[in-house]
């Protein structure tokens, strides 16, 4: 009896630091758009879905985690002029723009192999991912990897992503462009910017 009565107090001291652990660790953990604030190198995303209820959808709970390749303030700094004349000073075409980076669960670079594979993001449109010995999303290097938060994945990407249709690429060959039909790159020129105002603005 006195050897049970032992057996039952060291079980719930074990259970009781197990639930200790467990509440504190998710008491701690941080959600994606946390994490993006409070990292200063990609302050200029966290601006841009700050001031739109992007940033409210984000910290709901889904049944789904989310994958988000953010672009960081490099990225933006080096945009062409145009894209904050015509897309980022536009409320709908920005918050089009930056869901063009967000993907419904969780890939991680673990996930990817050589092979490309193809992903849709939350504006309907196929990107296709790889790694090598980095990640990568078609021209675009992810330059850090796999931040995780409590409801995702954050990869941090050196520019920003323009996904279009893959016969607009002079890029590719005939046979990219037949599997492919939509690739990304990094926005770059003016018929990049002018292309992806154009596939949106067919969309409504």
């Not at 032992?6 to 941080?30: E, H, M, P, T, V």
């Not at 789904?64 to 536009?90: E, G, H, M, R």
């Not at 003016?190 to 292309?195: C, L, Q, R, W």
Request: glycine share 2%; net charge neutral; proline share 3%.
């Amino acid at each position: 009896m006195f050897n049970e009565l032992k057996g039952d107090k060291l079980f719930l001291k074990i259970f009781s630091l197990f639930f200790f652990f467990i509440s504190y660790f998710n008491a701690n953990a941080k959600g994606i758009v946390e994490i993006i604030r409070e990292n200063p190198n990609l302050s200029s995303f966290y601006s841009y879905i700050n001031n739109t209820e992007l940033e409210a959808t984000l910290q709901q709970k889904f049944p789904w985690n989310w994958t988000i390749f953010v672009p960081n303030n490099k990225a933006f700094d080096a945009l062409p002029k145009k894209v904050y004349d015509q897309i980022l000073s536009d409320t709908s075409l920005r918050k089009m723009l930056i869901l063009d980076h967000i993907l419904i669960g969780q890939k991680s670079s673990s996930d990817l192999t050589s092979k490309i594979t193809e992903e849709i993001t939350v504006t309907n449109k196929s990107i296709q991912l790889f790694k090598r010995e980095s990640l990568y999303v078609k021209d675009m290097v992810v330059v850090n990897e796999n931040t995780s938060a409590d409801n995702g994945v954050i990869h941090e990407i050196n520019c920003v992503m323009f996904v279009q249709p893959s016969q607009e690429d002079e890029r590719l060959t005939k046979l990219q462009k037949d599997k492919f039909p939509i690739t990304s790159c990094c926005m770059q020129t003016d018929n990049e910017i002018d292309s992806w105002l154009k596939s949106v603005n067919s969309r409504f």
